[in-house]
């Protein structure tokens, strides 16, 4: 059964730091792009960061040089590391990936910047 599960978020403060979790079961994270998503209240969801079975890594216009997607083949578990974050990058972050045409999603963590 395939299952993802996020952690890691909470509230920061602007310019802090944030690492998000996604321990991943069911299946082995480096066989599958894995992709990070967030969802701000209102405003549509979003492609945050992937990352596929080769380690090449790609994230978004907006997010790049802040934002890092790695993993841990060990752990299965694909994480989220957000640097000098800002208010506007409050959102509830979701982790995904897709199996044979079927994609799945985690419950999503929330993160909260604010001062």
């Known amino acids: 059964q395939v299952r993802l599960v996020e952690s890691g978020g909470g509230l920061v403060q602007p310019g802090g730091s944030l690492r998000l979790s996604c321990a991943a079961s069911?299946?082995?994270?480096?066989?599958?792009?894995m992709s990070w998503y967030r969802q701000a209240p209102g405003k549509e969801r979003e492609l945050v960061a992937t990352i596929i079975p080769g380690g090449g890594t790609n994230e978004a216009d907006s997010m790049k040089g802040r934002f890092t997607i790695s993993r841990d083949n060990a752990k299965n578990t694909v994480y989220l590391q957000m640097n000098s974050v800002k208010p506007e990058d409050t959102a509830v972050y979701y982790c995904k990936t897709e199996l044979y045409g079927r994609h799945y999603w985690g419950q999503g963590t929330q993160g909260t910047v604010s001062s």
């Open positions: 069911g299946f082995t994270v480096s066989s599958y792009a």
